[in-house]
């Protein structure tokens, strides 16, 4: 039964700072995965989606790696500010749905 | 705006009550997604929706009953017989069922007492 786990599970930095969330996954028989964004009491906003074939995407300040061998996925940060404070979720998908991790929350001071 | 609906955002129920929480999409999404997050756990698949009038259980489907009547709407009802309903509903949808990126919406708070 594939299993999503992610490390840290909080992390505090100060602004500006460059950082790395860790995502590990026991099955690499998947689709893709994707990396979202969760506000307090609100909905996921997806950050990033890696097809199995790719191996990293980026988006503005962000860059999301895949090693499917492995099991793993990295989300870099760069140059980290308050508003990116929240809980960042990673989630595969081997079958119709995708399986999710609990996340790492994340705060940003400035 | 294309997107997903959720409605309402906090609900409050008595024990033994039934409840629907609505899901409304219009991006022409095929594919119709209900989740449950519970504190410090991951979320969790409670049904999925892959074409109209066609719905399959997820992982913790039992107390849970859903209808796919139109494309853009998925409607969960949370039946008496669920133990813990307590819980925050996210409805996700994708353009097909497998390897498409999901979206989702704002979510439902639903409170049991």
């Known amino acids: 039964k594939q299993e999503v786990t992610q490390i840290p599970a909080a992390l505090s930095v100060p602004e500006g700072e460059n950082l790395v969330l860790n995502c590990s996954f026991t099955d690499s028989a998947i689709y893709n995965l994707q990396w979202f964004r969760q506000d307090p009491g609100k909905g996921l906003t997806s950050l990033l989606l890696i097809q199995s074939s790719q191996r990293e995407q980026t988006s503005g300040r962000l860059n999301a790696s895949l090693d499917k061998s492995s099991g793993r996925s990295t989300l870099y940060i760069a140059a980290s500010q308050p508003g990116d404070s929240a809980t960042y979720l990673c989630a595969v998908q081997a079958g119709t749905a995708l399986i999710f991790g609990k996340g790492t929350t994340l705060s940003v001071s400035s | 705006d294309g997107g997903i609906t959720q409605s309402p955002k906090y609900l409050f129920r008595k024990e033994g009550q039934n409840v629907t929480l609505s899901c409304e999409q219009n991006?022409?999404?095929?594919?119709m997604y209900w989740y449950r997050q519970d504190p410090g756990q991951g979320l969790r698949l409670i049904y999925y929706?892959?074409?109209?009038?066609?719905?399959q259980k997820g992982d913790i489907a039992e107390g849970y009953s859903v209808s796919r009547e139109k494309k853009e709407s998925f409607p969960l009802t949370v039946t008496s017989a669920q133990k813990n309903p307590t819980a925050f509903y996210l409805c996700?949808?994708?353009?097909?069922?497998?390897?498409?990126?999901?979206?989702f919406g704002p979510g439902t708070r639903l409170t049991v007492t």
């Open positions: 929706s892959q074409i109209v009038n066609d719905f």
């Open positions: 996700a949808s994708s353009i097909g069922r497998a390897a498409y990126e999901q979206y």
């Open positions: 991006l022409n999404h095929d594919a």
